[in-house]
């Protein structure tokens, strides 16, 4: 258990919907990563928040985005689903900054499906 | 560019055999951070190991073992005696310096199996 959580675990959209993800970094830590990976891949950057702050984007449209509140929980939100956008995501705390800043630790994931 | 390769999609062993899991990176960086996670079926990723790019020594953990080898930019990792419940996907990763989100490219993972 590395103390990060996910909600929802699963979910089921249909194409154009909207859906938000959630976050739980664990205990000490201010910056959350996301990861996108689909079935049978490996997982890809999507963005990370450090500090509240966007830090870092991976090649990803602007239909998807993200917050950090004040706790360091973080959202993910993708805007007009595609079906491509069906996969596991990956949420991941990590200290920041720093050399520690590269050891993330990762939730359960949420698998969403897009019908 | 970076770049994470691992060439070996599936792997299936008989159980107490020894397994090599291969990984080879590429970066421009000369500070550099490698991983190895361990994916079960449930999904979450689950940390091995954190190695930089100054400390080439071979590290050994109970069953667990990692060959780092910046002269052929590899770093592979062996289970010796392997057990069912080893089961799972490796994924190697890399992780650059000078990128301040210290973000983690990860290679296509490797599915090993194995067998009672």
């Known amino acids: 258990e590395t103390g990060v959580t996910q909600s929802p675990t699963h979910l089921i959209k249909t194409r154009g919907q909207q859906v938000t993800l959630r976050c739980s970094s664990q205990?000490?830590?201010?910056?959350v990563s996301w990861y996108q990976q689909a079935l049978g891949q490996g997982p890809q950057f999507i963005f990370q928040?450090?500090?509240?702050?966007?830090?870092g984007r991976g090649n990803f449209p602007p239909r998807f985005s993200g917050l950090q509140f004040p706790n360091y929980s973080s959202e993910l939100n993708v805007n007009a689903l595609e079906l491509d956008d069906s996969a596991l995501y990956l949420c991941?705390?990590?200290?920041?900054?720093?050399?520690?800043?590269?050891?993330?630790?990762f939730g359960p994931g949420t698998r969403l499906t897009v019908l | 560019a970076q770049k994470v390769t691992q060439a070996q999609t599936e792997i299936s062993v008989v159980e107490k055999e020894d397994v090599t899991l291969d990984c080879v990176y590429e970066?421009?960086?000369?500070?550099?951070?490698l991983f190895w996670y361990k994916q079960p079926p449930s999904g979450e990723l689950v940390f091995l190991i954190r190695?930089?790019?100054?400390?080439?020594q071979n590290e050994i953990s109970g069953r667990y073992s990692w060959n780092f080898q910046k002269s052929t930019s590899s770093f592979n990792f062996t289970i010796t005696a392997s057990q069912v419940v080893d089961s799972a996907v490796y994924f190697c990763?890399?992780?650059?310096?000078?990128?301040?989100?210290?973000?983690?490219?990860f290679g296509s993972g490797t599915r090993l199996l194995v067998r009672p």
């Open positions: 205990s000490g830590h201010n910056t």
């Open positions: 970066t421009r960086d000369t500070t550099y951070y």
């Open positions: 190695r930089n790019s100054f400390d080439e």
């Open positions: 990763a890399l992780s650059e310096s000078m990128d301040s989100s210290y973000k983690l490219i």
């Open positions: 991941a705390s990590s200290l920041g900054q720093g050399p520690r800043g590269n050891e993330q630790f």
């Open positions: 928040y450090y500090r509240e702050e966007e830090n």
